[in-house]
């Protein structure tokens, strides 16, 4: 135990010190690495997961606009049909099963006019 | 040198600043200072360096035994506290966050090494273990150094705090952002797992 207790005496008088031009190298060396600073250095260490996951995120995105064709909404039929229709049949078409009295009149109204 | 209980003494700019042995948290620190090297200042933070590199020489020095090891990892503090400056609030106990952050580096570089030194056990070439000419002393310190390296530094870093810097369970807890039942803990193992590697190397 004795030992033990000399050995840690020991090593507590083992104390480097810096020498007269350690500021300076610090200091060299900071500049040098502010001169290498990049965009990825900008950013905070506790950020960068999140950054990399929004632009991950934003590239799916991208790809998906990109790669996977947008779904017509209407068919080809419809389509064609589509530019056959008068306002009345669109109207007719658009409309809601339990359509009253207003909404016949409405017709009636439209077809008036053409 | 500092000696057991003369304080350091550490010359600033001129002035004498003594520095407490095992107390990182009583030293007197130039808010002002703190604020221009924030703001970018680099005569502040040169001085700050200045002020700073004993402290952490010595808290280094207590892991590593050769001076260039020293000298880089010193560095490496400096230029992390540097870089990270925005981070240190001026009214915070500023030495207090740079020997977390020494202590931090010095782990990270100890895991390394136990790293290489594991893999050159394991592939490297049978080193000479001839120690004929050696004090018995020297022998019985020496197979200390070699029980202290062997421990994990998750139990040496607690331990060499407590033993060598003399700094209180509490300092230690602060120091390495744990809770002072763990540190008593990991105390408390590295001592009994030092005692058994020397039990089995006798």
Not at chain 2, 5 to 19: A, N
Not at chain 2, 71 to 76: K, V, Y
Not at chain 2, 144 to 162: C, E, H, N, S, Y
Not at chain 2, 172 to 195: E, G, H, P
């Amino acid at each position: 135990m004795k030992k033990i207790e000399e050995f840690f005496r020991q090593e507590r008088q083992r104390v480097f010190l810096p020498d007269a031009y350690f500021v300076q190298r610090v200091m060299a060396r900071l500049s040098r690495k502010a001169e290498d600073v990049g965009v990825w250095d900008m950013v905070r260490k506790p950020s960068r997961s999140v950054l990399v996951l929004a632009v991950a995120m934003l590239l799916c995105f991208f790809a998906l606009d990109v790669f996977i064709p947008v779904m017509p909404q209407l068919g080809p039929v419809d389509m064609t049909l589509e530019s056959e229709q008068g306002p009345v049949e669109t109207r007719v078409l658009s409309g809601t099963e339990d359509d009253g009295q207003e909404f016949i009149q409405e017709l009636i109204a439209m077809e008036g006019e053409q | 040198m500092a000696s057991d209980d003369v304080p350091l003494v550490v010359e600033t700019s001129g002035s004498v600043t003594p520095i407490k042995r095992s107390a990182y948290t009583n030293v007197d620190v130039d808010r002002e200072l703190i604020v221009r090297a924030q703001g970018g200042d680099s005569s502040a933070q040169a001085a700050i360096v200045e002020q700073f590199s004993p402290m952490v020489f010595r808290l280094i020095g207590r892991f590593f035994r050769v001076r260039e090891d020293v000298e880089d990892i010193a560095q490496d503090v400096f230029i992390k506290l540097l870089t990270r400056f925005d981070q240190v609030r001026p009214d915070d106990n500023f030495p207090g966050w740079l020997a977390r952050v020494t202590v931090n580096t010095c782990y990270d570089e100890l895991r390394r090494t136990q790293r290489r030194r594991t893999a050159m056990e394991t592939y490297g070439p049978e080193l000479s273990k001839d120690r004929s000419s050696a004090s018995p002393e020297a022998d019985s310190f020496d197979r200390l150094r070699a029980g202290l390296q062997a421990l994990d530094p998750k139990l040496r870093i607690p331990l060499v705090l407590k033993e060598v810097e003399e700094m209180s369970v509490e300092e230690i807890s602060r120091t390495m952002a744990l809770t002072q039942t763990n540190i008593k803990v990991r105390l408390f193992r590295a001592r009994k797992k030092l005692a058994k590697f020397l039990g089995e190397k006798e």
